[in-house]
């Protein structure tokens, strides 16, 4: 492109994207740039908030393990580096000697992570809730009970449940579904694990604390990266038993990593508020839409179970490309191209809050008029 090129839309979106003014109906946090990176952790640099770690132990790498774990009010938790990492040291450390571990089908686990458990610590995955946000407790109980009265004995050591479910559209499973699960496994002595990367999500939607979705499981993994303003990492947390020793199983896997205190004090950082700031911009967004409803041509619906994941349906006479553009023109980012999705979508995020719905809204009715 020469300098004289009109900016792609590519281009125009980058823009945008790095815009503090702009409303980012994409992914679960605010954008973030290296620049505003850099100047983050000069800032904690300059107030002192940072202290250097130990290959991932101490300094401020424990400030945040000790603050996630008093969050979900578990007695100890583990930075990692992935929450990939994080869900697998969970179910190997749950499984033990048993090597099945029960999840959906539709999970991140089963899906999006190369059978890691088979062919990294010889776990099994056993899938329920095919196509399905979730399953039930009478599918888990009938695996259980597969498990153990078979010709060769094979107990479940673990089960995982991913809430909100990325793959169905960001639903959560249910309350009394988990809940449910939860009490059946504690029956059968079956340890429990949450993948709760977008825990903070779920708990905006439903109106449940994160302390009460967390009392259910042993263990809980957080996201660092998805909303609180982190490159990478995560936080696996749990009883003092379950998480003493597990820098172990970290290091094994190539990840005592050196300096990790600069990402956990960013994370550290965006921890500070953000639940107060989330469930403002949620609920900021239920009355959003409620407004954009009334712009002719133009339909945002929640999906049963949703969390902060949209539709955005639009009448056939509006264009959804230039609809798109305008709204990227007017500061409005949408996610674009769909990818796998089969309608437009928005998520919630706290970029919401930084303009009037009154603005926002006027911007999709002219979007909509002029595409």
């Given at each position: 492109?020469?300098?004289?090129d ?24 605010e954008?973030q ?192 990266y ?8 995560a ?7 379950f ?35 989330y ?93």
């Open positions: 492109m020469n300098d004289s009109p900016p792609n839309f590519e281009d125009r979106r980058a823009i945008k994207l790095s815009d503090q003014e702009s409303v980012v109906f994409a992914g679960d946090g954008p740039t290296a620049e505003c990176t850099i100047q983050k952790l000069g800032e904690l640099l300059a107030a002192g908030g940072l202290a250097q770690d130990n290959y991932s132990r101490g300094g401020t790498v424990e400030a945040l393990e000790r603050r996630v774990a008093k969050d979900l009010g578990k007695e100890a938790a583990i930075w990692m580096p992935s929450g990939t990492l994080a869900n697998h040291l969970a179910l190997r450390r749950h499984s033990g000697i048993n090597s099945r571990v029960v999840l959906q089908e539709q999970s991140h686990i089963y899906h999006d992570e190369g059978d890691a458990l088979a062919r990294l610590s010889g776990l099994t995955a056993i899938p329920l809730g095919f196509n399905s946000p979730h399953f039930t407790a009478d599918e888990l109980h009938s695996a259980i009970n597969q498990s153990v009265d078979g010709r060769v004995l094979n107990p479940i050591g673990a089960v995982s449940i991913e809430s909100p479910v990325r793959r169905q559209a960001g639903q959560v499973v249910p309350w009394e579904v988990m809940k449910e699960i939860t009490e059946l496994c504690a029956e059968e002595r079956v340890p429990t694990h949450l993948d709760g990367a977008r825990l903070y999500m779920m708990s905006a939607a439903t109106g449940i604390g994160i302390k009460k979705y967390s009392g259910l499981f042993d263990s809980v993994y957080l996201s660092m998805k909303y609180f303003g982190s490159p990478f990492g936080v696996l947390a749990g009883t003092s038993e998480i003493e020793g597990m820098y172990h199983d970290r290091r094994m896997f190539g990840s005592g990593l050196s300096s990790a205190y600069l990402i956990a004090g960013l994370s550290l950082d965006g921890i500070d508020g953000f639940e107060r700031r469930n403002e911009a949620f609920a900021k967004a239920g009355t959003l839409f409620a407004e954009i409803n009334r712009v002719p041509g133009v339909t945002v619906r929640t999906f049963e179970h949703g969390s902060n994941i949209f539709e955005l349906l639009l009448e056939p006479d509006i264009n959804e490309e230039h609809f798109v553009e305008n709204l990227l023109d007017a500061g409005i980012v949408l996610p674009w191209p769909r990818g796998g999705w089969p309608t437009l979508v928005l998520h919630v995020n706290t970029t919401v809050l930084r303009r009037t719905n009154s603005d926002i809204v006027g911007a999709f009715a002219e979007s909509a008029s002029g595409s």
